[in-house]
């Protein structure tokens, strides 16, 4: 579309620079008149181009006004925009959840340098106030060092192995409370557990 434009404007200017062209050419006596005239009319027709152009493929402009009717009122264009909307949603809940996993890691790892950290934000939108509410974060905390080796009992007929990892309480309450001051979220949101 924007080239055809182009082509369309284009081609008037070249037709105005023929035209004042001739007209400077042409001597001042009783043709002159007549050489205005023939010039005006190539202007309009130059000018009148697009429009013959689609007459001539017998495309009528109704049925462009009516296609445009109907995908209006068939209320596509409303599923499309809610489409776009939703998705435009997830890609922006998506976007801060990610943000937030990355910048809590970072803010555990300067606060806290002795440990590695793992994320896992919950995240929702809340739709009446369209803002995204942080439900709760779940953060693997695994030590830097060696880690303990558990005894391991040879010969005993049952193993009873704890599968959750507890961290130490004080290292528990020390990340939860900075995450409360520095994001201000609810202790309760927050499990902290031990890779």
């Known amino acids: 579309m924007i080239d055809w434009v182009r082509s369309w404007v284009m081609s008037i200017c070249v037709a105005v620079i023929f035209i004042t062209a001739v007209e400077l050419i042409i001597p001042s006596n009783k043709f002159k008149g007549y ?20 007459f001539n493929n017998k495309t009528d402009i109704t049925t462009y006004i009516d296609k445009a009717d109907q995908y209006v009122n068939s209320g596509s264009y409303e599923s499309n925009t809610e489409k776009y909307k939703n998705q435009d949603k997830e890609e922006t809940i998506n976007a801060f959840k990610e943000n937030l996993q990355k910048s809590c890691s970072k803010m555990l790892k300067d606060k806290f340098p002795n440990n590695d950290y793992e994320v896992k934000a919950d995240v929702k ?71």
Do not use: C, H, R, W
């Not at 080796?149 to 009873?160: A, R």
């Not at 704890?162 to 309760?188: G, H």
């Open 35 to 54: 050489v205005k005239f023939v010039m005006g009319l190539i202007l309009i027709a130059v000018i009148l181009n697009p429009i013959i152009k689609i």
């Open 125 to 195: 939108l809340d739709d009446a106030t369209n803002q995204i509410n942080i439900k709760g974060l779940s953060i693997g905390v695994k030590n830097e060092g060696v880690e303990k080796i558990e005894n391991i009992e040879i010969d005993s007929k049952s193993v009873s192995a704890s599968q959750e990892k507890k961290v130490d309480p004080e290292v528990d309450k020390e990340i939860k409370d900075y995450l409360n001051n520095e994001l201000k979220i609810s202790k309760d949101s927050i499990s902290i557990y031990k890779q």
